[in-house]
């Protein structure tokens, strides 16, 4: 193995070796894949940094799982909605049932954080949590206060896990922005996302203050859920950037949130609202400015510019060190010109005021015999998947919760038009 035994027909071949003598196993590492995740673990000051060729998705599973075995027991999880789809899968497989921690916010958006530090201490004063979870930053870019919810966890003695996917380019952005230095617990990153790693290179972060007794869990957690055949592409993309981040990335991470910044500063007069609180990232509120989201990303790609992500309410941005001063100016001559109208009404907080019944758990919904129905005949049967209009954003339905005919306008808004029910 590999079949195709190093000879070029993509391109890569000669790259994607598998465990030969020399190379290291992942989840067994004591070589030179062991060396270079304590090159990472050193350049994000972690106690323990694990990779996964398997995106976040696997970093967060395994996650739930370290603080699973660590207990000894059944563990109770709270979170918010805008979980992703992996936390989710998470908790079916390891028999997690998340009480959640709804927005206190009057509106709320698709795919926003919307977790406050006083709705975390509400939940965890009214019941016994093992570990809160939240995802920060979000979609959109709002960044959640992770130290304040890390002391209010830690004061009642439940561990901080933190979905930090979008953001593992914030150690390098400025101090105390990445999650591991604001407390949390556990914190999973896709490198691949913000950092010059290929698609699917990931990080589980164990903090320096997390219990010990984590870090032996760890390597075993992933390999629980990873593929016995991780691929060395991924992982020596992700050495390369070990290797970076010793070197010349932070400086080229920090260029890149200071150019950011001015295309933002031209934004803010111009009078186009950026609701992101990260450096490189831009969120145009697009309906205060009279746009529907979707048509302001036509508008760019018209221009020669892909967002990330859009919605009726906002179009997101993604800017990284391997934007060229060229890709700026294309942007900022687009917002120079852009013409700003009056805002759009309407806008969605239809989430907002959403409590769906629990009637099972997800583990139960998700492994019970499921049809798929057109929305349309959902109302009062049982969703048997978690129904989202993207990924991550707050979930219309979970799994295991009971369909009403509210829930089923607000599918049919997000051009969900037919659902898996039990
Ligand atoms: C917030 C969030 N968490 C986790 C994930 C999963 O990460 P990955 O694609 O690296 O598996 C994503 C992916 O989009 C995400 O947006």
Redesign the pocket.
Known sequence: MPGHKGVKLHGLEPLDITEIKGADFLFEADGIIAESERLTAEAFGSRLTCYSA?????S?KAALCIVKQYLGRDISVASPRNC?R?FLNGCALLDIDPVWIFPDSERTLLCECAVSPEAVERCLDGQHIDAVYI?SP??LGNIAAVRKIADICHRRGAFLIC?N??GAYLKFAGEGLHPLELGADIV?D?A??TLPVYT?G?YLHISKTAPEGFDALAKPAMALFGSTSPSYLIMQSLDKCADMLHGELPDMIRNCCERTARVKQLMRRRGIPDISEEPAKITAAAEKIGYDGGELAEMLRGAMIECEYSDPGAVVLMCSPFNTERDFARLEDFFSGLEIRPPLTGADNLLSELRPEKVMSIRRAVFSPAERIAADDASGRIAARTAMSC??SVAIVMAGERITPEIVKILKKYGILETDVI
């Open positions: 398997e995106g976040s998705s696997l967060i992703h992996a995802t979000d979609y979905d996917a979008h999973c896709s691949h996302k699917g990931a990924q991550p």
